[in-house]
Every structure is written in C-alpha cells, then in structure tokens.
C-alpha cells in the first residue's frame, strides 16, 4: 500500500517562502510521477506541479512558473515543492498525489498540509 505524508505548510506572509515535503512508502511504480494539487477557499482543486519519476520533467501552471519548483529526492522517496514569493491567491490546502499522469490518473493521495498567504 503506498502512503503519502505532506509536511511544511504554514501562516506565511506575501512575498515570503515555503517549502513542501511529501514522502512516500510503498511500492510507487517508477512509470509514475509525484504531483502537487492545491484546493482554495473556494473550494476548486487545482493542479499546481508534477515530476515524472522516470524522466525527471516537470510541469507547472502558469501562475506559479517561476515562483514555484518541483524536486524529487529518489533515495528518501520525497518530492519537494519550494514555493517562493507567495501571493495570498496561493492560499489553500496542499496535497501530494502519485499515479500515471500520462492517463489522467492519480491513485494515492495525502492528507494535505495547509498554506496560508495573508497580510
């Protein structure tokens, strides 16, 4: 069974920085990739970033290239997620995912870490 474990979310200020762990266990198929959602006050979840875990490619949306850099560390099974200059629009709850991207698919998820981005 794979499980997925967010940490590093908090009470941030704009302009600030956060980084974001996930860390897996369990068997994560290397055909996979590790991805980032977000889900607002509004209630929407959001793709925020993905890295294929055979390839290494990234993807981001747009409002967050730039400011936003996805990593993956293979020997401790954990993707990253440095989020700099934060804006208060990036506030929300943030969950970590794994599955085949390719298909549209994400199989596993984590419970979430909260960020919040206010003056």
């Known amino acids: 069974q794979v499980r997925l474990v967010e940490s590093g979310g908090g009470l941030v200020q704009p302009g600030d920085s956060l980084r974001l762990s996930c860390v897996g266990s369990?068997?994560?198929?290397?055909?996979?990739?590790m991805g980032w959602f977000r889900r607002g006050p509004r209630g929407d979840r959001e793709f925020v970033s993905s890295?294929?875990?055979?390839?290494?490619?990234?993807k981001y949306i747009c409002s967050v290239e730039g400011r936003f850099t996805i990593s993956r560390n293979s020997a401790s099974n954990t993707v990253y997620l440095q989020m700099n200059n934060l804006h208060t629009g990036d506030t929300a709850v943030y969950y970590c995912?794994?599955?085949?991207?390719?298909?549209?698919?994400?199989?596993?998820w984590g419970q979430g870490t909260q960020v919040t981005v206010t003056t």
């Open positions: 995912a794994t599955g085949h991207e390719q298909r549209g698919r994400w199989d596993y």
């Open positions: 369990g068997r994560i198929p290397t055909t996979y990739a």
């Open positions: 890295i294929s875990l055979s390839s290494g490619e990234t």
